[in-house]
């Protein structure tokens, strides 16, 4: 500001500013920039769109992704007393699991599996699960990211020999915020993993399991209200 108006503002004045027109402090979030032209981007987002807005009724489509599970906390903002810190205890040692979502685009169900490793073998299992759950369904799409178990020859392997019963749709390179799964995984960290306090995997995937099957009953239900 005094760079633009030649008049010094105080920090705290600019604070108080700040809030005033519902401006938030927060902390960035790192990503890279997406290579393809905006043009290109735009287009392919739209074909995208149009594709699953579309869909015939013996077709259905998803949105895939993974997120990954740390027995050691994410520390981020949290309530607390003035004058005090917030303790959160972690294990110390790290344990890992990985859990592969899809995200129906029409109503919002998520349908999951877990591993202990993030490779092809967890995206084959996924993309197993949703033709088991989904027999009457002449073809299943996917709208996935780059990531290299989506693409890999395991998986097109896969995917092959389920006869055209799956088709895969890659988002432009570094677009995560085109894959509205995102935003449960968003979710989950905020009201789960972030800041907890347990003390075992199985305690916290108890947590995690237990998030997205409630979140899965409330849209049920809102399903049923607006029926």
Same mark, same amino acid.
């Given at each position: ?48 769109? /149009? ?169 049920? /239900? ?6």
């Amino acid at each position: 500001m005094r760079y633009r108006t030649g008049v010094k503002v105080h920090r705290a004045t600019m604070s108080r500013a700040l809030r005033r027109i519902g401006a938030r402090l927060g902390r960035p979030r790192p990503t890279v920039g997406c290579p393809w032209s905006k043009v290109r981007k735009t287009r392919r987002l739209n074909q995208l769109r /149009r594709l699953l807005e579309g869909l015939p009724p013996n077709q259905i489509g998803f949105y895939v992704d993974e997120v990954d599970i740390h027995l050691n906390p994410k520390i981020g903002c949290d309530w607390m007393n003035r004058g005090t810190q917030k303790q959160v205890m972690t294990p110390g040692k790290n344990v890992k699991r990985y859990l592969a979502g899809a995200m129906e685009a029409g109503g919002g169900k998520l349908t999951w599996v877990r591993g202990e490793h993030k490779n092809s073998l967890l995206a084959i299992a996924l993309i197993r699960k949703l033709v088991e759950e989904h027999p009457h369904a002449r073809v299943i799409h996917l709208v996935l990211d780059n990531y290299k178990i989506h693409d890999s020859q395991a998986t097109r392997a896969a995917v092959a020999a389920l006869g055209g019963r799956v088709k895969l749709h890659f988002l432009p390179p570094y677009c995560p915020q085109a894959n509205r799964i995102e935003r449960i995984w968003l979710d989950l960290h905020a009201n789960v993993t972030r800041n907890h306090q347990r003390q075992t995997m199985q305690e916290l995937m108890t947590d995690v399991y237990n998030y997205l099957r409630n979140r899965n009953r409330r849209l049920e /239900r809102a399903v049923a209200e607006a029926a």
